[in-house]
C-alpha cells in the first residue's frame, strides 16, 4: 500500500508540473504528459481504493 501511495505522489507532482507548464507557458508537449499522468493517476487511485477497502475488511 505505500508503494502505490508513492507512486501516485510522483503521477500527482509530474501532473502538477506539466499542467503549470502549459497553463503557463503554453507548452503543447507538457499538455500531453499532464494528460498522460492524469490517466495514470486515474488508474492508480482505482487501485488505492480497491486495496483500501480490502484493507478495512481485515
Not at 508503494?3 to 507538457?30: S, Y
Request: hydrophobic share 45%; charged share 40%; aromatic share 4%.
Amino acid at each position: 500500500m505505500k508503494e502505490l501511495v508513492a507512486q501516485i505522489k510522483e503521477q500527482i507532482a509530474a501532473f502538477t508540473e506539466n499542467a503549470d507548464l502549459q497553463v503557463e507557458k503554453n507548452n503543447k508537449a507538457a499538455g500531453t504528459r499532464a494528460r498522460k499522468a492524469a490517466l495514470e493517476l486515474s488508474k492508480l487511485l482505482k487501485d488505492f481504493r480497491k486495496v483500501s477497502v480490502e484493507e478495512a475488511k481485515k
